[in-house]
Nanobody, 125 residues
Framework: QMQLVESGGGLVQSGGSLRLSCAASGLTLDYYAIGWFPHAPEKEREGISCISSSALNTYYADSVKGRFTISRDNAKNTVYLKMSSLKPEDTAVYYC??????????????????WGQGTQVTVSS
């Protein structure tokens, strides 16, 4: 059974940066695609970025393109989300999720099997 633990969230001013980590245990991430899903109050959980198991494929939602960068270090069983030029509207609990998938990745929450507990990101104006 895979367990995912997010970290790196916090309070930051508009324009600031954070790096989120998603650390896996129980199973190796080598064959898993990973997605990041922020969930803000009264909004649906949405996929903003994902990375394939090989890291050859990545996806960014238009809202974060050019500001966020997803990466992975399979040796450390960890995926990262570097967030720059943060805006108040980025405020949410950020969840990472994993699915065993050899090619590509998905931005659809329903495609993922394992979820972390989330880390809060708050961007003040």
């Amino acid at each position: 059974q895979m367990q995912l633990v997010e970290s790196g969230g916090g309070l930051v001013q508009s324009g600031g940066s954070l790096r989120l980590s998603c650390a896996a245990s129980g199973l190796t991430l080598d064959y898993y695609a990973i997605g990041w899903f922020p969930h803000a109050p009264e909004k649906e959980r949405e996929g903003i970025s994902c990375i394939s198991s090989s890291a050859l494929n990545t996806y960014y939602a238009d809202s974060v393109k050019g500001r966020f960068t997803i990466s992975r270090d399979n040796a450390k069983n960890t995926v990262y989300l570097k967030m720059s030029s943060l805006k108040p509207e980025d405020t949410a609990v950020y969840y990472c999720a994993a699915v065993e998938r050899y090619y590509g990745c998905s931005a659809r929450p329903g495609d993922y099997a394992y979820w972390g507990q989330g880390t809060q990101v708050t961007v003040s104006s």
